[in-house]
């Protein structure tokens, strides 16, 4: 299974980015997927996750209304738009898959991709 995430990179406060994960060597309807989040010296935080089929989505309380999870299940393809980005927002973002919905909005994931590091600059 690989999980590879691109669009990350330096921003302002205030600015948007959109964060793409290329799946493959999965089914990819088989699984939820969701985005996790690691800034320097802190834990590994959840961002947000999605069904297999898009309709259901859950978000970390800091980051709704202003990033989005969606799905393209055509493409393999999850993404994260991230509005009105702030400084605290600074961390590694991972993309990570889960064989159930429960397990994705518990924070228990399966596959895990490498990474993409966001830097909001204030």
């Known amino acids: 299974v690989q999980l590879i995430e691109s669009g990350g990179g330096l921003v302002q406060t205030g600015g948007s980015l959109r964060l793409s994960c290329a799946a493959s060597g999965l089914t990819f309807t088989s699984y939820a997927m969701g985005w996790v989040r690691q800034a320097p010296g802190k834990e590994r935080q959840f961002v947000a996750a999605i069904n297999w089929s898009g309709t259901t989505t859950y978000y970390e309380d800091s980051v709704k209304g202003r990033f989005a999870i969606s799905r393209d299940n055509a493409k393999n393809t999850v993404y994260l738009q991230m509005n009105n980005l702030k400084p605290e927002d600074t961390a590694v973002y991972y993309c990570?898959?889960?064989?159930?919905?429960?397990?994705?909005?518990?924070?228990?994931?399966?596959?895990w991709g490498q990474g993409t590091q966001i830097t909001v600059s204030s």
């Open positions: 990570a898959a889960a064989g159930t919905y429960y397990k994705a909005a518990s924070r228990r994931f399966d596959y």
